[in-house]
């Protein structure tokens, strides 16, 4: 749990608040700029919240405190909004039977994946910084709440199809080292995903290193038979098929 930061300088606050949530990496709250340090459940609280948007009593209450009783739970998901609100009041909104995230908070995952899609789609000009911490952010890496699982892979999966554009994006530039960091990132995080590999091979084809794509091809060809018992498909194939290494 991060702490830090004089919490008087924010208690005062009327109405939402304004803040700044990190979960990429670790959580991090800022209340107005302050460091806001809140307890353990609260923190989960206000990660379910942020990732999964507005959110019935009952649902939240059993998927934080999935071993009680629903009442039991209830009355833990009640002290922990009142804890919150002691910290950083206005932060967890309440919606009739349903809670939510202040809307003055942002998120920086909610950032992302804006970005990411805003990318994919063509309506965005390259934000390689914003690339770089789909690199290196792991979602709450510290914690082991099994409700994360499905967000875990939700974001790997978008982390991989938007350095896979990336790398395609910077290929088409010429600017084929940067393109290449992109495309292994992909690979590093998912060895056996073809698509990664053939990201790689096409950035040998068009810096003109022949070798190269056949070696990356091979490579594939043998981690796909070891792993998993089958050829690269005919798209991969058809990268290569015509190098003389390969004919």
């Known amino acids: 749990m991060y702490s830090g930061g004089d919490m008087s300088q924010v208690a005062h606050v009327d109405g939402p608040p304004r803040g700044r949530l ?17 307890p353990v459940a609260a923190q989960r609280l206000v990660a379910v919240l942020a990732l999964r948007g507005r959110c019935g009593r009952s649902r939240l209450a059993g998927e934080l405190w999935p071993e009680t009783t629903e009442d039991r739970a209830l009355a833990r ?33 909610t950032d992302l994946v804006r970005s990411a899609h805003e990318l994919m789609d063509g309506r965005s000009t390259l934000p390689v910084e914003r690339v770089l911490l789909y690199v290196e952010g792991d979602l709450l890496p510290d914690w082991s709440d099994e409700w994360l699982t499905a967000e875990r892979e939700r ?6 199809h938007v350095l896979e554009t990336v790398a395609a994006r910077l290929a088409a530039e010429g600017l084929f080292g940067m393109a290449m ?51 690269p498909s005919e798209e991969a194939a058809r990268l290569v098929a015509a190098l003389p290494a390969l004919r």
């Open 155 to 160: 974001l790997r999966q978008l982390r991989l």
């Open 77 to 109: 998901l009640r002290t922990t909004i009142w804890r919150a609100h002691l910290q950083a009041p206005g932060l967890v909104a309440p919606d009739h039977d349903a809670l939510a995230l202040a809307g003055s908070v942002d998120v920086d995952v």
């Open 22 to 38: 990190t979960l990429l990496g670790g959580f991090l709250l800022a209340i107005d700029g302050v460091p806001a340090s809140i």
């Open 181 to 231: 960091e992109a495309a292994l990132a992909a690979l590093r995080s998912d060895p056996l995903r073809e698509s990664a590999h053939r990201a790689v091979i096409r950035i040998h084809l068009a810096e003109g290193n022949l070798a190269e794509a056949v070696h990356a091809y091979r490579q594939c060809q043998s981690l796909l038979a070891r792993e998993l018992g089958v050829a």
